[in-house]
């Protein structure tokens, strides 16, 4: 099995900043891409951006010129700079990666368990 676990989230007013993190470990023959998603109380779970294995970048409108995705492959780690934050960004917010485990595996899709960011206005 394939585990995520994200940290960094917290509290912090308008404006501010926070970087989170998020380790993959476990049976992983190759990672492919790793993103991160977030949802807000009362909606669907939504894209903020991800990145593939060679380092291509995509990012949701909302968050285009403030948030900053990086990995890392020799670590299994993907980074979310998060810069000029709105209220509006406030969620919980969601790492996954697609993994394959071993030869002849299928990718598959793995999610870890959420980390609560909150901006104050």
């Known amino acids: 099995q394939v585990q995520l676990v994200e940290s960094g989230g917290g509290l912090v007013q308008a404006g501010g900043s926070l970087r989170l993190s998020c380790a993959a470990s476990?049976?992983?023959?190759?990672?492919?891409?790793m993103g991160w998603y977030r949802q807000a109380p009362g909606n669907q779970r939504e894209l903020v951006a991800d990145?593939?294995?060679?380092?291509?970048?995509n990012y949701a409108d909302s968050v285009k010129g403030r948030f900053t995705i990086s990995r890392d492959n020799a670590k299994k780690m993907v980074y979310l700079q998060m810069n000029s934050l709105k209220p509006e960004d406030t969620a919980v917010y969601y790492c996954?990666?697609?993994?394959?485990?071993?030869?002849?595996?299928?990718?598959?899709?793995?999610w870890g368990q959420g980390t609560q960011v909150t901006v104050s206005s």
């Open positions: 996954q990666c697609s993994a394959v485990r071993w030869l002849g595996d299928s990718p598959r899709d793995y």
């Open positions: 476990g049976i992983i023959s190759r990672l492919n891409s």
């Open positions: 990145i593939t294995s060679g380092g291509s970048t």
